[in-house]
Nanobody
Framework: QVQLVESGGGLVQAGGSLRLSCVAS????????MGWFRQAPGKDREFVGI????????SISDPVKGRFAISRDNAKNTVYLQMNSLKPEDTAVYYC???????????????WGQGTQVTVSS
């Protein structure tokens, strides 16, 4: 059972930046593809981005491409989501998740963190 704990959320003004962190309990962290998702009130969970288990390859969704970036440090069992030029529409609960395969479908992810709230004020 992989436990994931996110941190780094908060309240920020539009145009500001935040960096979310997600720490995994599993010593096999480097074997998982890691994804970030978000869910705004009244909306479905939305794919944000994904990072490969070892090569560092990433894929970022169109709404945040050019503003968000994903990285990971396997030595620290941690994945990051750097969010720049934040907009009010980025307001959501952000989740990290672990999967054994490369996918933007949330159903492919077996392990989820508890989520961290990001609120962007205009």
């Amino acid at each position: 059972q992989v436990q994931l704990v996110e941190s780094g959320g908060g309240l920020v003004q539009a145009g500001g930046s935040l960096r979310l962190s997600c720490v995994a309990s599993d010593r096999f962290f480097s074997s998982y593809t890691m994804g970030w998702f978000r869910q705004a009130p009244g909306k479905d969970r939305e794919f944000v981005g994904i990072i490969n288990r070892s090569t560092g390859w990433t894929s970022i969704s169109d709404p945040v491409k050019g503003r968000f970036a994903i990285s990971r440090d396997n030595a620290k069992n941690t994945v990051y989501l750097q969010m720049n030029s934040l907009k009010p529409e980025d307001t959501a609960v952000y989740y990290c998740a672990a999967s054994s395969r490369w996918s933007s479908d949330y159903e492919a992810y077996a392990y989820w963190g508890q989520g961290t709230q990001v609120t962007v004020s205009s």
